[in-house]
Each structure stands twice: as C-alpha cells, then as structure tokens.
C-alpha cells in the first residue's frame, strides 16, 4: 500500500472539532443556538417566487444583495461583503492577515472557529482565559496579551458560550490598544443584545464586524452571513474569497430576511421574554447561572452536567454540555416560553 501523504504540520497539530450535528430532527433543539421556531415565512415565499430551473443554472450574481444589505445595515456596498456564514468570514479575516507564525489573540472559552481557523494558518494562538467566577469580559488581561506581533484578536461580542458581552468603551479600548491588528467583532447575537460597533467604523481602520442570518433570522442551514469594515479592508479581503462562496438560494433568502424586520422583531421579543422566563425558572429552582445578553444561558448544573443533558436527551430536549471548557456547565437557547416551559417540566423531573 502506498504511503499516505503527510498534511502541513499545522493541520497534524489541530484536535478534531466535530459539533454535535446529528439526529436532531424532531427534537426540542435547544442546542445550537438557532432559532427554534423557523425563518419568515416570506423568505420562502420570495424563494418560490425567484427559484426557477433557469435561476439554479446560473452562477450567483451579489450586485442587488450588497447594495440592499449594505442599504440595512446603514454602511456603503463597497464596506460590505456577502461570506458563507460568520465562519467564513472568520477564515476571509485570518487568510488576508496573518501568516504562519503570526499571533492571533482569542478568549476563552468563546466561538471554536476563531482557534479553527487560525490553527488552519499556523498561527501562535493566544487564549486569553473569561474570569471563571462572573465570566465578564477580560479586557485588562487581553489588553496586557497584545503584543507588535498580534497580526489578529478574534471576539463575539455578545460571547458563546458564556452570553455575556462587552460594551462599546470596551471595545474601542481594545481597537486602540491593537491598532496594527485586525479586530473582528462577531456579533452573531446583536439582535439579542442591541449592542454594535458598527456605528465606530469610521474611527476604527482596523475593525471589523461580522453579522450573521443564522441565529436570530433563522436561516442557519444556508450558510449567510457579512463581513463589514472600511472600505480599503474589505477590497483587500475580496482578493482573497473564492468568487462563488455564497450561494444563490442563501442570497435571495438573506434579502427577503431583511425585507421582513417585523418577523426578527417579534423572534427577539419572544426569546427575550423566554430569557426572563428561563432564568426565573432557574432561580426558583436553586439552579445557578451566568446573566446572559444573547438568545442562550449558561447553567452550572456542577457535577450532574453531563447527566443532566443526557436525560433531557432521552426526553426529547437537546441542550449543549460545555463542561469540557467551564466545569458542570450546560448551555440552553431560548427561542419561546412555550418551550422554555417544556424544558422546565423536564428539568423539574431530572433535578
Ligand atoms: C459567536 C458565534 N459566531 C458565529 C457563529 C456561527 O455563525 P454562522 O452560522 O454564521 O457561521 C456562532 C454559532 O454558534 C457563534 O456562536
């Protein structure tokens, strides 16, 4: 037999990150941070409308979608860029700026795709470790790990797994101090929070901000997401996407996500109110938490973590363990006190 080929040492180093995709059809799926109720029923209803046998054999077109997305998110087209979901945005960031060798800054816990992606470049990677006790966000710690050779600093804001956030000062102080770095600011649960950098772009040439249609929009498994910077960042970072990597369907649903804004509106109230609910729910029930600024709560359920999820599984409900990273710590989503009270009831039986 012949002797396998030897990959780059960078990819021998990597641990295998496998998320737990599988059997969850038909499940209460409070795992993965999605929404739990479905994307806008006029998303697919606009899908129906513009997909056609002759629009499916065409190679994708972005020109309106920028121009509409962009018009969204109240920046200009040329500060946008359409990505295959946050993830690749992520990768687009790490590939335009940081080489083999380079240090990249990330917390921790936080988003795996940050060390992913920057363990894929061969990158010295950073970790700079939450507080364990109120899991805020360690700006005096990252600040002091910031080095000449930072080339990148990897943050969600609000975070996962820990939902808790950093405010705007905070951040600014960050892009400061890190200047000949780029800064992504994944904001994948902004609606949650209604906290953004985006309106400090003009003051920050070394920012950028990621937004996701996969959390609060409900459209996860099409893979659609934006990266937005000033302008002269994102022509440089164009140069190095694959010219198709957002698909067609992905775009036209993103488009018709944003025409709908009272749908995501009422999405975010309920999760909110589900939020509230779950954590009163906690509290009754002598359950400790971390308060969370995102569509998800982190629970230390100790040493019954594992079990715990476990049995809910059995029961129907997934919820996603996090004690590989944070002892005895199980992260929930919220999407609706209907649910909310489903786990509850489960959650009272197990206890
Ligand atoms: C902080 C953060 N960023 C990004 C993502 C994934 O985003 P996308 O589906 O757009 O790649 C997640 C999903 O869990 C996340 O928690």
């Not at 409900?218 to 937005?228: N, P, S």
Request: proline content about 5%; hydrophobic content about 45%.
């Amino acid at each position: 037999m012949a002797d396998t080929l030897e990959p780059r040492a960078a990819i021998r180093r990597m641990a295998p990150y496998s998320p737990p995709t599988a059997g969850r059809h038909g499940a209460l799926r409070l795992d993965f941070n999605e929404n739990t109720v479905g994307c806008s029923a006029h998303v697919l209803e606009f899908l129906r409308q513009h997909l056609s046998r002759e629009a499916l054999a065409v190679y994708p077109e972005y020109g309106e979608a920028r121009r509409e997305l962009a018009d969204f998110f109240g920046v200009s087209p040329d500060q946008l860029l359409l990505t295959n979901g946050t993830d690749e945005a992520i990768q687009l960031v790490v590939n335009t700026y940081v080489d083999s060798g380079d240090e990249v800054c990330i917390l921790k816990p936080s988003y795996a795709m940050y060390r992913f992606y920057a363990e894929v470049a061969g990158a010295q990677v950073r970790e700079i470790p939450y507080e364990e006790a109120t899991l805020a966000f360690p700006l005096a710690a990252l600040l002091e790990a910031i080095t000449p050779r930072t080339r990148a600093v990897l943050i969600a804001n609000p975070n996962n797994p820990t939902g808790t956030g950093a405010s705007v000062e905070q951040v600014a102080c960050l892009l400061e101090r890190a200047r000949h770095a780029a800064v992504l600011v994944d904001e994948a649960y902004y609606e949650f929070s209604g906290l953004t950098l985006l309106p400090h772009l003009a003051e920050h040439p070394n920012l950028f901000v990621s937004r996701t249609f996969s959390k609060a929009y409900g459209l996860a498994a099409l893979r659609m997401g934006c990266l937005i910077s000033q302008a002269a960042n994102i022509a440089w970072v164009r140069k190095g996407q694959s010219p198709y990597s957002v698909n067609a369907v992905a775009v036209l649903a993103a488009r018709a996500a944003v025409q709908d804004r009272q749908y995501v509106r009422r999405y975010v109230e309920e999760a909110l109110a589900a939020r509230e609910l779950l954590c009163s729910e906690l509290d009754r029930m002598g359950i400790p938490y971390y308060p969370s600024q995102a569509n998800f709560v982190l629970v230390r359920a100790g040493h019954r973590a594992l079990e715990l999820r476990d049995r809910l599984r059995e029961a129907g409900v997934l919820v996603r363990d996090r004690s590989y990273e944070l002892p005895g710590c199980v992260r929930i989503t919220v999407g609706t006190r209907q649910q909310v009270r489903r786990l509850v009831e489960e959650l009272e039986r197990i206890w």
